[in-house]
């Protein structure tokens, strides 16, 4: 095992916890040889401190390991760790989601050619099994369209500032502390990590080489209080949202916030929850749902595929599960021709003229405007106003266009805060 973290010392407490049992799941012993690990005098309560290195060799060097678990995250060296691994013909579990969406394509012709596997459930959804329900469950169907809260950190930094009115600061401070987050909590609160896992959703659903076109991705930290609120009086709740589409000539992912309807699934799922609605051509709809991120949890996935891989071992046929990946280059739909409704936010001056002026340019752009609501900042005598609008369906280029006609506007007293409204 390299990496031992919070997700590789909670895959050790699994081995022992599995005890007997995990030995006759896979009809072959699984036992842990080496942790490598960058510091040896760190306190690792309940690990055992023989099997740990600081030294790669001992563990490449050992001809008697069959897989190694990449548990140390980011682009290198865990780069070099799994390609040497697939080199010398080891199997390779991880739940590295960065290196599977910008080099996932390399990875896995390497692990083919290799004939052994490259397995990686951890990668997405924490602990929910959605890695194996798109290669395994949706091999017989046409996935045309996923849905979901795939960032645990955004998902817990949200239900915080909503339902306790923590601050962003310290809603993010709460998630690193739990081990829901990166070791850069940005890749999570700006979008990266969502972003990561709707490419390799995308790669194993609608069979789409990973990287290529830059997706839209939008991350949580322009949120204001101000928009959950606006958002509740309209019946929505805020999520972040990976969104993806196969529409047949093209694909369309993006991820963002999104306001969703108060009664829908994604709108109750809190905390480092993680939920993806599926849409498969002949099965409809279907939900995976639960803990997305954390130790024992992703471990969970880890462990798994662990004892997927070794059963294949033993079994004489490693590599089988990797074949089955098929991607292909496909062209994307661009963020201009997505459409959506919209939420709107214009913090204004609070004077005669101002709706015109909004409303002109949102209307000289095919913008329709569905519901509106206008609140004066309490704590501002005289001062600006919040005017809130939600549109009907329009193209993102038309509503960005009627935005940049307002910029620099002398109305305008900070620039309009936009989000998508996902009906889902
Ligand atoms: P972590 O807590 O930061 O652990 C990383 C481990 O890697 C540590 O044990 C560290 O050693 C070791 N390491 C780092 N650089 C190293 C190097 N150059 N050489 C040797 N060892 C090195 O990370 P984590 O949260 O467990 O995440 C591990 C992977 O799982 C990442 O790819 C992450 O994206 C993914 N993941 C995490 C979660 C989650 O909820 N945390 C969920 C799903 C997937 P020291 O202990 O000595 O510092
Ligand atoms: N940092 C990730 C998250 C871990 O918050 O969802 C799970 O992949």
Redesign the pocket.
């Known amino acids: 095992m ?7 010392a909670s895959v050790l407490r699994l081995i022992e916890q599995g005890g007997e049992t995990l030995h006759e799941r896979v009809g072959a012993r699984v036992e842990v040889r080496r942790v ?4 040896l005098d ?1 306190a690792r309560a309940g690990v055992d401190e023989t099997l740990l290195t ?1 030294e790669p060799e001992s563990v490449f060097g050992d001809e008697g390991i069959d897989i190694i678990v990449e ?4 682009e290198q ?2 780069r070099s760790f799994i390609e040497r691994a697939l080199d010398q013909g080891k199997s390779v579990v ?5 290196l599977i969406a910008t080099h996932g394509p390399e990875l896995l012709a390497r692990a083919v050619t290799a004939q052994v596997d490259l397995a990686f459930e ?2 997405v959804g ?1 602990g929910i099994p959605i890695v194996r329900t798109l290669r395994d469950a949706f091999a017989s169907d046409r996935l045309t369209a996923v849905t979901g809260i795939l960032n ?1 950190t955004s998902n817990y930094v949200l239900s915080r500032m909503l339902d306790a009115g923590l601050t962003f600061a310290d809603a993010t401070a709460e998630a690193q502390q739990l ?2 987050a ?2 850069d909590p940005s890749m999570d609160v700006d979008g990266h990590d969502a972003a990561h896992k709707l490419g390799i959703l995308a790669m194993l659903g609608f069979g789409l080489t990973p990287g290529g076109d830059p997706m839209h991705v939008e991350g949580i930290r322009a949120i204001e209080p101000v928009d959950h609120r606006f958002a509740a009086r309209f019946g929505y709740r805020i999520k972040h949202l990976v969104v993806g589409r196969d529409h047949g000539d093209s694909v369309e992912l993006r991820t963002h916030p999104a306001l969703v309807p108060e009664r829908s699934v994604l709108a109750n799922v809190n905390g480092a929850l993680n939920a993806v609605l599926l849409e498969g051509e002949a099965l409809g709809p279907s939900l995976v749902y639960g803990q997305g ?3 024992m949890p ?1 471990a969970v996935s880890v462990l798994s595929d662990v004892l997927d891989v070794a059963r294949s071992i033993a079994a004489g046929a490693p590599g089988l599960q990797t074949r089955g990946i098929r991607h292909t280059e496909r062209a994307r739909r661009a963020m201009a021709d997505v459409e959506s409704r919209y939420y709107i936010r214009f913090r204004v001056l609070d004077r005669p003229g101002v709706m015109a002026q909004i409303a002109t340019a949102l209307g000289q752009n095919e913008v329709s405007i569905e519901q509106m609501l206008q609140d004066r900042l309490p704590e501002v005598e005289g001062g600006p106003a919040d005017v809130v609008m939600l549109t009907h369906g329009a193209r993102e280029a038309a509503v960005q266009a009627a935005l940049e006609a307002l910029k620099g506007s002398a109305i305008l007293v900070q620039d309009p805060r936009l989000m998508r409204i996902q009906d889902v």
């Open positions: 390299l990496g031992c973290g919070t997700v590789g490598l690990v960058r510091d760190k600081t548990l140390v995250g980011g060296p865990a991880t739940a590295n989601k960065l951890g990668a924490g645990g081990g829901y990166e070791a991120a954390g130790g992703t």
